[in-house]
């Protein structure tokens, strides 16, 4: 149970719409970890948090739907041309989603926390939020937030269009339009994410 809302009040979402533009421009999703492409790893760790499954994605369609069909995902693309950033591709999936909340997590993150939709909602529940999205803390205190790492609630779908009409692309300055609550989480490598070729090399070796 996710607090006072089940898991069927929840769609989980892949953001896999982005550039890539530090991966050299390859669809960061599609590369290989593990022998698996790294969208399929968050996959399995935030699908069974939710009761349907959408992947933001603006490439590589078919082959997203051919990982998402064992999950029975549907691949939503962004409505707006350019690659506009993480809040187009949740924009799309707030239309799409027939659920109350979306929970959101970046493809590639393949350690995602595979409770971090109960700990969200239940902020959001405590709070009478229409945001929550994860931050870490470190030993030495500091804060780091992630807020892609997220659940919100549909109904800010007009909102967030309206938003990124007026040419807005920053996620942390639209939640604080809304009642966002961060919640902290203490084990950072459930967040980590992989910005280039590099980094996702080192990962795969360690």
């Known amino acids: 149970m996710l607090n006072a809302h089940s898991s069927s009040s929840v769609t989980a979402l892949v953001l896999a719409g982005g ?32 009761s349907a499954l959408l992947i ?21 693309a962004d409505t707006r041309a350019d690659f506009p950033g993480p809040l187009a591709g949740i924009a799309a999936a707030l239309r799409a ?20 939709g109960a700990a969200l909602m239940q902020a959001l529940d405590a709070h009478g939020g229409n945001v929550a999205y994860a931050a870490t803390i470190d030993a030495s205190g500091d804060v780091t937030a992630h807020p892609v790492f997220a659940l919100l609630r549909t109904s800010l779908a007009d909102d967030l269009d309206a938003w990124l009409d007026a ?3 920053k996620v ?3 939640y604080a339009r809304h009642k966002a609550v961060e919640v902290q989480f203490r084990d950072e490598r459930a967040f980590y994410n992989i910005n280039d070729l590099q980094q996702l090399a080192d990962l795969e070796r360690r």
Not at 58 to 73: I, K
């Open 167 to 169: 040419g807005e692309r």
């Open 97 to 116: 989603a027939t659920t109350e909340f979306v929970l959101t997590a970046p493809c590639d993150a393949p350690f995602v926390d595979e409770h971090i």
């Open 56 to 76: 933001s994605a603006n490439r590589s369609v078919e082959d997203y739907e051919r990982l998402g069909a064992a999950f029975g995902a549907r691949v939503v």
């Open 172 to 174: 942390r300055a639209w």
């Open 19 to 50: 550039r890539g533009s530090r991966m050299g421009g390859v669809d960061k999703g599609m590369q290989p970890f593990r022998g698996e492409p790294l969208a399929l790893h968050v996959m399995r760790r935030i699908a069974p948090q939710a």
